[in-house]
Every structure is written in structure tokens, then in C-alpha cells.
């Protein structure tokens, strides 16, 4: 057994959990909206499926890895059109920043299974970890290796969120209702971005895009 899988693996999932990303914009506006509580729950349901994924290519199950693969446009026509009802609902939202009241936010279960949910839409995520385990000669060991590197990946994704959630928390005391507009209408339009380019990629419209210009050309 070696302890460095640990470490490796908590650099590769606070690393991996940094890109930005539609999931970085739902955590950081709860955050905004709800409190930290709220939104580090969320981060922890990102770092929950990160760690799933990770095991999956850790552990070499390549069984799975082909059939969520074989899934993917279905997954992210999903995700796609859940991304899209998040932005249409961010964009109708009133802007306020008053502390939010027990009735007015969804319970803590349901922040961390939601964003849970959305983040394992996206299964190219395991041929992401699998890449990066294997540049850096991590794949290919022991049970308790991919064990610890899983575990290690959970840790580093929470750090992230943990840390993330902690600064939007202190600077959320000085967000003004004109300022939470702009996040509302400007986070609603990347997420309905994200999400139409989730419905071209898992419709193949890109393809025909490219053959229709192919063929013009």
C-alpha cells in the first residue's frame, strides 16, 4: 500500500473540481441565495459523484465505462434540458439578499442528490480521470491503491467546494439586489449555453453542421 495515492488523488480531484463550469455557477449562486450550509452540501454532492467516477477508471471497471459511455447522448440530452430549466428559472428569479428563510430553501438532502444527479450526466468525466490517471502512471495498481485514490480525489473535490463556498459566504453580505440581478441574468445565460451545447453534442447536430458546411465548401 502507498500512501502518496492519497495525496495524488486529492491534487487531482481539487484540481479537476476548480475548472469552472456550470456546476461552479449553481454552487456559488446557492451559496449566494441560501447561505454556505446550502451551498457546501451542493459542493460535497459534486464531490460525491467526482469520486464515483473516479473509482469507476481507478479500479479499471470497463464494463461500466463502456455502457455509461454508450449512454452519453442520452445523458446529455438530459442534462442538457435540466441546464436549460435551471437558466430559464436563474433568469426569472427576483433578485433578493435578504437571508433566506427556512420555508423559502429547498432542505440540504435535496441540494446535495440534485447536483449529484446533474454532475453524473456527464460520463466523459471518467475517460477524464482515466486520462489523467494514466498520465501520471496511476492506473494499473492495487485494489487499495484505487481505493485511496478515489478517496483522495473525494477529499480534494470537497476541499475545493469547501474553500469556494467559504469566500462567496463572506463576500455574500455585500451583494446588493442590482448586483444579484446581473449574477441571476448572467449565470442564466452560460447555463442556457451550456445546456444547448449539451442538446447539439447528444442530437449529433454538429455533425451536420459540419457536413452541411462541408458540403457548401
Known amino acids: 500500500m502507498d500512501p502518496a495515492f492519497l495525496a495524488r488523488g486529492l491534487v487531482v480531484g481539487f484540481t479537476v473540481a476548480a475548472a469552472v463550469g456550470p456546476i461552479s455557477l449553481l454552487t456559488i449562486r446557492r451559496t449566494i441565495l441560501h447561505g454556505r450550509g446550502y451551498g457546501l452540501m451542493s459542493g460535497l454532492g ?25 449512454f452519453q447522448a442520452i445523458l446529455a440530452l438530459i442534462g442538457g434540458v435540466v441546464l436549460i430549466g435551471l437558466a430559464i428559472r436563474t433568469m426569472r428569479t427576483r433578485a433578493t439578499v435578504r437571508p433566506a428563510e427556512t420555508t423559502d430553501r429547498p432542505g440540504l438532502p435535496g441540494a446535495y442528490f440534485s447536483i ?28 487499495v491503491e484505487a481505493a485511496l485514490l478515489t478517496l483522495g480525489v473525494f477529499l480534494g473535490s470537497s476541499l475545493w467546494w469547501v474553500g469556494l463556498t467559504a469566500i462567496v459566504a463572506r ?35 454538429d455533425r451536420w453542421i459540419q457536413v452541411a458546411l462541408g458540403a457548401r465548401l
Open 46 to 70: 459534486v464531490a460525491t459523484a467526482d469520486a464515483s467516477y473516479a473509482a469507476i477508471a481507478a479500479f479499471g471497471l470497463a464494463a461500466v465505462t463502456s455502457v455509461l459511455v454508450g
Open 116 to 143: 449529484f444527479g446533474l454532475t453524473m450526466t456527464n460520463p466523459m468525466t471518467i475517460l477524464s480521470f482515466a486520462g489523467i490517471f494514466a498520465g501520471l502512471g496511476l492506473s494499473g495498481h492495487g485494489g
Open 171 to 205: 463576500l455574500r453580505s455585500r451583494v446588493t439586489p442590482a448586483a444579484l440581478t446581473w449574477v441571476n441574468r448572467l449565470s442564466g445565460l452560460v447555463l442556457l449555453g451550456f445546456g444547448v451545447v449539451a442538446i447539439v453534442y447528444a442530437l449529433g447536430i
